[in-house]
Nanobody, 123 residues
Framework: QVQLVESGGGLVQAGDSLRLSCAAS????????LAWFRQAPGKEREFVAAIPGSGPTSYADSVKGRFTISRDTSKNMVYLQMSSLTAGDTAVYYC?????????????????WGQGTQVTVSS
């Protein structure tokens, strides 16, 4: 059973940067694809970015060039570095994991989820 715990959310100003962290435990870290999703009030949970054990990453068009996903295998951590934040980035951000090497932007293909961390961007 994989457990994911997010941290790093908070209230920031438009244009600021913020880094989210996700600590993973209970599985073989390198065998999972890790991803970030987000859910704004009244909206569906949407894909943000994904990273495999090795290989290229994937981003939603809305965050490409502003967000960077990375992972530290030695620490079982995955990060989401966010820059040039706007009010449209306000959401609860979730860390997710799925077995295998194939990237996916589909929520249903992720087996494990964290509890989420709130990011609020004020304009």
């Amino acid at each position: 059973q994989v457990q994911l715990v997010e941290s790093g959310g908070g209230l920031v100003q438009a244009g600021d940067s913020l880094r989210l962290s996700c600590a993973a435990s209970g599985g073989t870290f390198g065998t999972y694809v890790l991803a970030w999703f987000r859910q704004a009030p009244g909206k569906e949970r949407e894909f943000v970015a994904a990273i495999p054990g090795s290989g290229p990453t994937s981003y939603a068009d809305s965050v490409k060039g502003r967000f960077t996903i990375s992972r530290d295998t030695s620490k079982n951590m995955v990060y989401l570095q966010m820059s040039s934040l706007t009010a449209g980035d306000t959401a609860v951000y979730y860390c997710a994991a799925r077995l295998g090497r194939l990237l996916s932007s589909l929520r249903a293909e992720y087996n494990y989820w964290g509890q989420g961390t709130q990011v609020t961007v004020s304009s």
